[in-house]
């Protein structure tokens, strides 16, 4: 068992942002790996099963995304506690983000079984394509209990800067979503072969298990236990307060992803639609770095306001910054010199890889622009003004779904033109979120928690 009674205030310099970073990114680059594994054994079932991963998975992000943004709410929450060095509150807002996660989880899950298959029956899709996705998601959609849960206590972990036990439950799920989806979909190690859905069924599995990690570490080697003895109606309004503008900001942007994913399915062939697929998993990839920079920007801003040092927030977006963008660059350097080697994995055709190819420069360019946005936008999360990050999302999205309709679904235009929809997304965002900090009264937000 940890010592749990070192000081909780973040140090700023270069080495402490490095080992706050680094464990998050390795516990997000395990994950995204294996959802690149994944992807690599739906596409040797067929273009149309790896087509219809992009629609289906888009989808549960879009509710992944709502957990996201109440645990961004509540890492800052937490943050600005342990900057006060008050565990006992960081543990008390743990417990009232749980059980506010879980109710979420539930509604989502009703939301899923009522209404998703008459969605895509409404949107015109092919019928083995709603087949495939309803039978998907009406499964998958069950790990958002476990997902939330897992969510809001590493949220917790990193706000008490543990990050390092992050690799530990990365790892085990991911190990165990690996081993499932391959024995599953095509029934190897004596299980049943159930095809498309055994994904499904493999990934909900995953995170049951990565709960139960992430419980053992935080009881048996941090020595935190979660209590929910002491919940307060008014502590579930502040965290509900507070996250809601962050999962409203987060699911709305999501579902303009899937929106694009659906336009994309209704005016391009699947091998494009599938190619879409592809880069989706390398903008995953990608933030590996980029939100793993986002997570440290909340954490060490809201921690400093703790501390009363508010004065330092620039200079330490700016060291953060730059060091987040060296991590993008060499990942972009490294993806499109071994394109070929990445794009294989996928099991397609030459035209697939030549085609997808061609998507890589532009992708490339919307994730150093990503870069900048996240690590500026999380700057804002960090004060507190949660209200004005989603009006920030609110433009950036206008914007972006005007783009798209037109792009996409009036002109035609070619697919990747499509795409640079992400880099005016993440244009808006990271102009909106610098212009707030440096002109807005985001120091009245100092005083919420």
Known sequence: MENSSSSLKVKTSIRAILALAVPISISKLIPEVNYLINASFVGHLGTVELAVVGIVGVYYLIFAAIGYGLNSALLSIMSRKAGEENKEEMASMLAHGMVIAIILALIAISITWLWFGPLL?????????IALATSFINVRIIGLIFLFALNAQISYVISLQRTRFLVWIAFIESAVNVFLDYGLIFGHFGLPELGFVGAAYASVAAEVIGLLAVWIILSQFIGEKISFRYLSLNNLKLVFSQGFPLMSQYAISTGSWWVFFLLISRQYTVSEQAISQVMRNFFGLSGIFTWSFGSVTNTIISNLIG?????LIFTILKKIQT???????IYIIGINFFSEEFLSIFGQDAIFMDEAKLLLGVVSMAIIIQTFGVIWLNGVVATGMTKVVFWIEFVGIFMYMLYIF??????????????????????????????????????????IY
């Open 323 to 329: 060091i987040s963008l060296v991590g993008v660059c």
């Open 406 to 447: 037109i792009v996409i679904d009036r002109l035609a235009l070619p697919f990747p033109l499509a795409w640079m929809s992400e880099w005016l997304y993440w244009t808006v965002m990271m102009a909106m979120s610098i212009w707030y900090l440096r002109r807005g009264d985001w120091q009245k937000g100092l005083k």
């Open 307 to 311: 501390q009363g040092k508010s004065e």
């Open 121 to 129: 029956q409404v949107l015109h899709l092919d019928n083995q394509v």
